[in-house]
């Protein structure tokens, strides 16, 4: 059984940062697809970003393309959200997620993190 604990949100003002992590337990955070979503209030969850299980491909939303970069911590089990240049439109609950399959993981992962609130004033 994957475990998927998030971690670093907060409250921070437009234009600033937070990087988010998901530490893994149960497998190796190598042998997963890994991804983040996030909700916002009333509106459904939305897919934000994905890395590859190997970590040789990384996928964004058009809407955070060029500002949130994932990556995989394979030392400490976790994976990572660099979010740059925050905007109000980016407050919601962000989810960690992982699958076994690379083709999943943007869709329909199995596993599913409780999430991290994300606020971000203007």
């Known amino acids: 059984q994957v475990r998927l604990v998030e971690s670093g949100g907060g409250l921070v003002q437009a234009g600033g940062s937070l990087r988010l992590s998901c530490a893994v337990s149960?497998?190796?955070?190598?042998?997963?697809?890994m991804g983040w979503f996030r909700q916002a209030p009333g509106k459904e969850r939305e897919y934000v970003s994905a890395?590859?299980?190997?970590?040789?491909?990384?996928y964004y939303a058009d809407s955070v393309k060029g500002r949130f970069t994932i990556s995989k911590d394979n030392a400490k089990n976790a994976v990572l959200l660099q979010m740059n240049n925050l905007k109000p439109e980016d407050t919601a609950v962000y989810y960690c997620?992982?699958?076994?399959?690379?083709?999943?993981?943007?869709?329909?992962?199995?596993?599913w993190g409780q999430g991290t609130q994300v606020t971000v004033s203007s």
């Open positions: 997620a992982a699958d076994p399959s690379n083709s999943a993981i943007r869709t329909s992962p199995d596993y």
């Open positions: 149960g497998r190796t955070v190598g042998n997963y697809a």
């Open positions: 890395i590859s299980r190997y970590g040789v491909n990384t």
